[in-house]
């Protein structure tokens, strides 16, 4: 091949500089960008075509146009990755401001709220508070001692099967459980202050149990205890019925029904007029006009002996219901597992 052969080649590659800053700068995007850089640099380019066309030049024009075809080529990827860089930038500022918060919004922020069951917490405590009771928690994690034994449930006692319990892998074998009720914590009480006790005890309790409309697994209960002298069940009926009228309203209704707990005796239950019909009787109550509420008794005197107790000086009544069932009936739901589901629809109801 002739010198004038190889000048028509250099002067196409010289134009290339041209072009390829017009195209590269036309690029809209990152994809765009790669099209174009296939064109210009792929294997139907100037740039290969003039590589494969040096065999056929001698030495002295191989050496001038094989230098131009390198130029050109570092000329090309340098307005490609400048080009690249600013593309990127342009996609992450635009990323950036579609994640951007608005903090300059002028509709009302919405603010949360404290959840239906803790509300009714809340007020159970400040009932009880105003009735002359003091507030006292304890652990969620608790031993066979405090759950069962100390409440006159011992290992054989055929009562224990109404609690179906969670054991924690914790020391022996079935020391260690998630505590199936807050009775645990009137032992402690009891254990740490002498008499006389006015105090309720209310928290998260775990059971066995399976979900539905009127269970679950994970509840919360709140319980109360009275140890001074002279304490009768009548102080139980009576302390019972004006917590209903103070919580529930004076339209409804209390009763205590014979029952059997082992940690007290005697035992009744306690049920209240049906919130729902006002006692003539629906599908919430089944028909009879009561709802059941919880249990309470006097307190059985083995209790008074495994905390040191002296059951011919001190007697007491101790009651307990799930705070989650009455929220449910004072509120009007009629399945427990609107509670928990986190629909914010119907938590933001109450």
Known sequence: MTNSDAHPLVARLDALVSQAASAVAAAVDLDSLHAVEIELTGKRSVLVEAKKQLGGFDPDERREVGQRVNVVRSAVAELVESRRAELAAMERRRQLDADRLDLTEREPVRAGHLHLVTQARDHLEDVFVGMGFTVAEGPEVETDFYNFEALNLPASHPARGMWDTFY???????????????????????????????????????????????????????????????????????????????????????????????????????????????????????GTGWLELGGCGMVHPNVFAAVGYDPEVWTGFAFGFGIDRMTAQRSGVDDLRDLFTNDVRFLEQF
């Open 168 to 286: 924690v892998e914790l020391g022996e074998p079935g020391t260690v459980l998630l505590r199936t009720h807050t009775s645990p914590v009137q032992i402690r009480v009891m254990e740490a202050t002498e008499p006389p006790i006015y105090s309720i005890m209310p928290g998260r309790v775990y059971r066995r149990d399976t979900a539905d409309a009127t269970h679950t697994p994970v509840f919360h209960q709140i319980e109360g205890l009275v140890i001074d002298k002279g304490i009768s069940f009548a102080d139980l009926a009576g302390t019972l019925d004006a917590f209903t009228r103070a919580y529930f309203g004076r339209q409804v209704q209390s009763r205590l029904r014979p029952s059997y707990f082992p940690f007290t005796e005697p035992s009744a239950e306690y049920d209240i007029s049906c919130v729902f019909c006002g006692g003539a009787g629906c599908r919430s109550c089944g």
